[in-house]
């Protein structure tokens, strides 16, 4: 599903990101990349033109991942979100378009979520 696609992980608890990886790695995935934070991700040189898709797990305060979100979305990066705020909604306010994730998910949740995110996107030249 994930075959040939550079994934850009954004998450920092190390054990989760490393869950994460097997998870791209089983799916296919050509590379996995890891930022601890909004901040190192948004800080990646050749960001727009580096990754296919992007996991990043938001913090209770939701502005830096939907920043984040919408410049890689705007730059034809597929985008899912993942939370554990479990009061949210399945879609986040004003990000309707992108897949919002509660931790803990079940395997098959984050890659259908990723297949939906993929979807979504045109593919590039």
């Known amino acids: 599903m994930l075959s040939k696609l550079r994934v850009l992980v ?3 608890e190390f054990l989760v990101a490393l ?10 995935a050509a ?3 890891f930022a601890r934070s909004i901040a190192e991700a948004a800080g990646l040189p050749d ?3 580096r990754f296919d898709l992007a996991i990043i797990a938001a913090a209770p305060d939701m502005e830096p991942a939907k920043t984040l979100a919408r410049r890689l979305k705007g730059d034809g990066v597929a985008v899912v979100v993942t939370s554990t705020d479990g009061g949210l909604s399945p879609t986040i306010p004003g990000l309707d ?8 998910f079940a395997e098959a949740k984050l890659l259908a979520a990723c297949s939906a995110a993929l979807a979504d996107v045109p593919p590039r030249d």
Not at 97 to 104: G, S
């Open 10 to 12: 954004v998450e920092a």
């Open 19 to 28: 869950d994460l990886q097997r998870l791209l790695e089983q799916a296919h």
């Open 31 to 33: 590379t996995t990349v």
């Open 47 to 49: 960001l727009a033109t």
């Open 97 to 104: 378009d992108i897949p919002l994730l509660h931790k803990p």
